[in-house]
């Protein structure tokens, strides 16, 4: 496995609230991550702290070797795009106009726009399937709407890598497996995506690794068909379930007891 980005001995928290100590995650290059576990094990800490919004106690994320702290704010985010749980549209901005936001870190003084950036947009938003409602309100739409509206904005940045904090949210299950297909996509046009997911099938069907995490630590991580079985799933999340073959991709799938 190869890997770019890494975290390595990392101890994350807030104030004197420690969620993770001394966590080491290596993230494959050109896969799809998805990190998987119970509310408040430190998922979305794990990505915040990849993508510099939070700074580790003690250890170091780094990009090439590089601690992501000494990289300048623009040349990150030409590598890494990060798409939050909530995020916040300005008010009165426009479809179109937070979309492009997404083109900010390509943007230079001399060139403010560019031919490059407008092509972006446009197939960023047809990709995300939002393109009819450009030119509306981002506060006009609904939840699942928007939703796609932010996902069209890290995809129009344009970065090798993807970091998705519950992408699905506010999905209607449709868009849910729509979203997770592209992602795949993607994946297979070689980018690489981490993604917290709560659905743990949806997780095992479209990851190729799978990251369950517990308590700020991983508990196990690899590909779904080598690390998901009841005895996983009864310690991440005290379930009591069977493991059983999803009939349309064999990966497994979680059927609770």
């Known amino acids: 496995m190869t890997t770019r980005l890494s975290a390595r001995d990392v101890t994350l928290g807030y104030g004197d609230r420690v969620v993770s100590t001394r966590l080491t995650l290596d993230v494959p290059d050109g896969a799809f991550t998805a990190v998987v576990g119970p509310n408040g094990c430190g998922k979305s800490t794990l990505l915040r702290a990849f993508v510099r919004l939070l700074t580790p106690d003690e250890g170091a994320v780094t990009l090439d070797s590089r601690s992501v702290s000494d990289l300048p704010a623009k040349g990150l985010a030409r590598e890494l795009a990060f798409l939050p749980q909530d995020p916040l549209a300005p008010e009165g901005i426009t479809v179109r106009q937070l979309v492009a936001r997404g ?70 299950i449709t868009h849910q497996y729509r979203l997770l297909a592209l992602l795949s996509r993607l994946r297979n046009e070689g980018r690489t995506v981490i993604a917290v997911l709560h659905d743990i099938n949806q997780a095992c069907r479209f990851a190729d690794h799978l990251v369950a995490m517990k308590d700020g630590r991983v508990a196990a991580e690899g590909a779904a068909a080598d690390v998901v079985d009841a005895a996983l799933i009864k310690d991440v999340f005290d379930l009591p379930s069977v493991i059983v073959a999803d009939p349309v991709s064999g990966t497994p799938m979680v059927v609770p007891e």
Not at 114 to 121: F, S
Not at 142 to 153: D, E, F, L, T
Request: negative net charge; proline residues 6%; without cysteine.
């Open 103 to 172: 083109r900010y870190p390509h943007q230079s003084l001399l060139a403010l726009w560019t031919p490059d950036d407008e092509r972006a947009v446009a197939e960023a938003m047809v990709t995300a399937e939002v393109e009819d409602f450009a030119d509306r309100q981002v506060a006009e739409l609904s939840g699942g709407q928007r939703q796609r509206v932010w996902v069209a904005m890290v995809l129009a940045q344009d970065t090798p890598y993807l970091l998705l904090d519950e992408p699905t949210s506010f999905l209607d």
